[in-house]
């Protein structure tokens, strides 16, 4: 078991170092001296030139990557231009904000639609299952950051219930939790629905009705449990998915997360602090789809035989 | 005419017959002539310049009415007019995106499928990273490179679209590659590159199709977020993203600043989905559910 | 009663989609007395599968009806049937052994627990160590070792599933077992082991066999009687020694036999022959082989030929009639 799980973590390090390499490449491009964005618009051309040879920027781009990348292994990610303060601090700092709202976002429409979905497929072509796809296909349709707004204006604005921004309280959290679990739920039911439509469809399930199962157990005894792996990995896909709304909702909440950390310092043009932020979030998403994974092959008897010697058949 | 080209159009038609039989596909393909429609003949009947740009600071934050049928925005500006000519900016950035990622992409995934061995494998791996970076870090890195605006935008949108068309093309070309007609062309002694241009792309055009319309209406998602938090479009242009980060200090007493934009980005966003789901069903009909 | 276990009378089936209505089973008339074996014969897309899974109601949902017609299995009119009470009958009076033992099987389910899941739900009376018991009985009569009831279908090949398929639609001793193709997706030489071993088990069980195949060698070597299908009917029924002997038979059936229709030849496959079955969208009013025919006349064409019946040997064609 542990070695099959460190496995899985040294196959990501190509990944890693792949994303973190594109990453920098792109962000190498940007116009403009970094020594001459920190000294600002007063400084002479030595002390310019000084900084330049101080920070090796003067060196071969693929030599500076991998300076980069040897020191944020050790946990240094440079420092900020704006505040020249570590980047590692700010981005843990701001790293629980988003996952909060990642995780609970993924969380609620999991419960919610993983369960709906279920339904919608069981009764296809009925009432219910046409009204869920209807709201699954528009909910789909609708950018997290309008539905933030649509509701902040509802909830916050007209009927008072919860503070329209920050994060000073939980209930700050309320309204963008529930923007980005609606969105999320909608992917999880069409998603859901189409997985254990299939599974439906499977022989194995027509066997159990013809051994007199009624359709009800069959749904729960033998369709879920082949159903939920695949939904499990789409709730690991998702949640990359989510970091990305969470990063654009914290914007319309007003939230200081990883998101509007990013996009201040885009617009502030502190590279540093984009590129570790960037590198972080592709890191986590990376981090959550193996975990993900592993809970797959952990439930499938299939996958588990081959990774988990002990234990084995019997268990 | 080569066989390909003769399974491909009996083909179409019957894709075609199954389309027509599903009134939300129909609605869906109803709902993007429309806004092609509007947006493609707004310049006759809207003057962009008076009514889309200029302010007009007596006019501000009016109401809808007759006039305006949209009301007007914190500097006077027809929010209608912005409207309809944002249609404009979303389908022809979403539009330019798909070309060059479809383009970008077939190259790359022919290459990868018909030549395969350690080129193709590289190339695929390539893909692999970068289809694992979400869409919205990689605009973000690109714009904050490259700074904002339309440009730049297509060139962050194109980088994330490439890997899913490269990934198409490439299984496309690897089941197609060994089949009989494509072996009877080889043998005819048909050039590789011919081969893949009449035989293997038009087979390839249904699954490149449906992906087409899921990445255009992400391409419009993305573009309207850039926008909102500031990254895409600059704030004067008539973008629906960006009229809504504006509109968002005056929300609470002018409503329908933040509806008809975001209404609009959910109509064009549903009218491509339905198309795709709709596509997707009448290409193969055992999936459809 | 007339002695006999399922009798089916005039069946029809329709599958509605959306493009059209597809009628699979038009008016079919046929019946198997305990303890027999009838051998039903056809190309793909004759309507065998459909005929099983009409007699266990088990049609796909929404799309499949049976819009005329009676089955009577041990007496009881299965058309009538709420689906709870058909609950009761399926995998206890009936059970069916599908043709893709690969697909058969829940792959996140223990085997044991599998054929378990049949007595618990029918034999009620039964307490856990004695439903253990009968497991482990079950999987021995199958020929496979009981201490492997707790691994996965994966574990397992071909031949090993399509016994424990097997040990699961005999597990309640049915009257009526559905054999649809049950060795066509295995290799030849495990075919043959399953085979015995199914006829061994039907002779102890005394269950009665409705063997779906395509291979007539199977068919000579277990069945008492055969069933040609052909878009929907029976064209031909009759004891082996009527099909696979001398005599005269329907022109779809000489076809299929081809030159050699010898028990003990090689002439075990379908013969093929020149052209398709009818489009089951539109089925033609006359005789439905009419297009395929070598010794058609103008007659077949427009009108329907009836069953002709002569002893055991019943034939449905214009030259078998008076």
Not at chain 1, 122 to 134: G, H, P
Not at chain 2, 179 to 200: D, T
Not at chain 2, 211 to 238: D, E, H, K, R, Y
Not at chain 3, 48 to 70: H, Y
Request: with cysteine.
């Amino acid at each position: 078991m542990a070695r099959f799980v460190f496995r899985r973590l040294l196959s990501m390090i190509p990944v890693i170092i792949g994303i973190s390499f594109i990453i920098f490449s792109i962000l190498a491009l940007t116009p403009g001296d970094p020594a001459q964005i920190i000294l600002g618009d007063g400084a002479t051309p030595e002390a310019i030139s000084e900084l330049r040879e101080q920070m090796g920027l003067n060196d071969f781009f693929i030599v500076r990557y991998i300076r980069y990348i040897a020191g944020a292994v050790r946990g240094d990610f440079g420092l900020s231009y704006r505040t020249q303060l570590p980047v590692l601090n700010e981005l843990l700092a701001r790293l629980p904000n988003t996952l909060v709202l990642a995780l609970f976002g993924v969380g609620c429409a999991a419960m919610v639609g993983v369960p709906i979905g279920i339904i919608s497929a069981v009764k296809q072509y009925t009432l219910i299952d046409n009204a869920t796809r209807v709201f699954a296909m528009v909910m789909t349709a609708i950018p997290a950051f309008w539905l933030g707004l649509m509701l902040m204006l509802a909830f916050a604005l007209k009927l008072r219930l919860v503070p329209a921004i920050g994060a000073d309280t939980w209930e700050g959290f309320i309204l963008p939790s529930v923007t980005l679990a609606i969105g999320n739920m909608a992917v999880m039911i069409r998603m859901t629905r189409s997985t254990m439509l299939e599974v439906i469809r499977e022989d194995y399930i027509r066997t159990a009705l013809a051994k007199g199962v009624s359709r009800r157990k069959v749904i729960l005894r033998h369709a879920l449990a082949n159903a939920l792996l695949p939904i499990v990995t789409t709730i690991g896909i998702n949640f990359g998915l989510q970091m990305g709304g969470a990063m654009i909702c914290e914007t319309v909440f007003s939230i200081p997360g990883l998101g509007t950390l990013i996009i201040t310092s885009v617009r502030q043009k502190d590279i540093p602090m984009v590129m570790a932020s960037v590198i972080f979030v592709a890191l986590t998403i990376s981090l959550v789809t193996l975990a993900m994974d592993l809970i797959y092959s952990f439930f499938d008897p299939r996958v588990r035989m081959q990774n988990f010697r002990k234990g084995g058949a019997r268990a | 005419m080569s066989e390909a080209a003769v399974r491909g159009k009996s083909q179409w038609k019957s894709v075609w017959i199954r389309f027509r039989k599903s009134t939300i596909s129909l609605m869906g393909l109803s709902m993007l002539a429309a806004l092609l429609l509007i947006s493609g003949s707004a310049g006759i009947w809207i003057d962009y310049e008076s009514q889309a740009i200029q302010h007009n600071m007596k006019q501000r934050l009016q109401h809808p009415s007759a006039e305006h049928f949209f009301g007007t925005d914190q500097f006077g500006r027809d929010v209608f007019a912005r409207v309809v000519f944002g249609a404009r900016i979303s389908l022809l950035v979403g539009i330019l995106t798909i070309t060059l990622s479809l383009a970008i992409g077939s190259v790359i995934g022919s290459i990868a499928g018909y030549y395969g061995g350690r080129v193709g494998n590289l190339l695929m791996r390539m893909m692999d990273v970068l289809l694992s970076i979400p869409a919205i870090l990689m605009a973000i890195s690109i714009v904050a490179a490259l700074g904002n605006g339309m440009f730049n935008l297509i060139i962050a949108l194109t980088v994330s679209g490439v890997p899913r068309f490269a990934y198409i093309v490439r299984s496309i070309v690897l089941t197609i590659k060994n089949q009989e007609f494509v072996e009877a062309a080889k043998a005819y002694g048909s050039s590789n590159s011919r081969i893949i241009l009449r035989h293997v792309l038009p087979n390839a055009i249904g699954p490149i199709v449906v992906q087409a319309t899921t990445n255009m209406a992400n391409s419009i998602l993305l573009i309207s977020s850039l926008s909102f938090v500031g990254l895409g479009m600059p704030s004067s242009t008539p973008e629906w993203g960006s009229m809504l980060s504006d509109a968002k200090q005056y929300m609470r007493h002018n409503p329908y600043l933040i509806l008809f934009p975001g209404m609009a980005i959910v109509t064009a966003v549903m009218a491509l989905n339905l198309i795709g789901d709709g596509l997707r069903d009448a290409l193969d009909p055992k999936l459809r559910n | 009663m007339t002695g006999e276990l399922l009798d089916i009378r005039g069946l029809h089936v329709v599958y509605r989609t959306l493009e059209s209505d597809v009628y699979a089973i038009n008016g079919l008339d046929l019946s198997v007395s305990e303890g027999e074996t009838l051998g039903l014969v056809g190309e793909t897309g004759a309507g065998k599968t459909t005929t099983a899974l009409s007699i266990l109601k088990l049609l796909p949902d929404r799309v499949g009806f049976i819009t005329k017609g009676e089955i009577t299995l041990d007496g009881v009119e299965l058309t009538k049937v709420s689906e709870a009470d058909m609950q009761m009958i399926r995998g206890n009076t009936v059970s069916m052994i599908f043709q893709d033992p690969m697909s058969s099987l829940n792959p996140v389910i223990p085997v044991g627990k599998q054929v378990e899941e049949v007595l618990t739900l029918h034999r009620r009376e039964l307490s856990k160590r004695e439903i253990d018991e009968q497991v482990d009985s079950i999987f021995g009569m199958v020929g496979l070792p009981p201490s492997r009831k707790h691994e996965y279908p994966h574990q397992f090949s071909g031949g090993m599933k399509q016994r424990i398929v097997i040990a699961i639609a005999l597990s309640c001793q049915p009257k009526l077992l559905l054999a649809d193709e049950p060795t066509t997706a295995l290799d030849v030489t495990i075919q043959a082991q399953v085979l015995d071993m199914m006829r061994d088990l039907k002779e102890k069980l005394r269950t009665s066999m409705i063997l779906i195949t395509h291979d007539l060698g199977v068919v000579a070597e277990l069945c008492d009687r055969v069933a040609i299908m052909y878009a929907g009917e029976i064209i031909e029924m009759g004891s082996i020694d009527d099909l696979y002997g001398t005599g005269d038979k329907h022109p779809y059936t000489e076809g299929l036999f081809g030159s050699l229709p010898s028990l003990t030849g090689d002439e075990r496959r379908l013969h093929p022959i020149d052209g398709l079955m009818p489009d089951p969208t539109s089925l033609p009013q006359g005789c439905k082989f009419y297009e395929r025919c070598p010794k058609r006349t103008g007659h077949c064409e427009a009108e329907a030929p009836a069953l002709n019946v002569s002893g055991t040997h019943s034939v449905r064609c214009r030259l078998f009639a008076g």
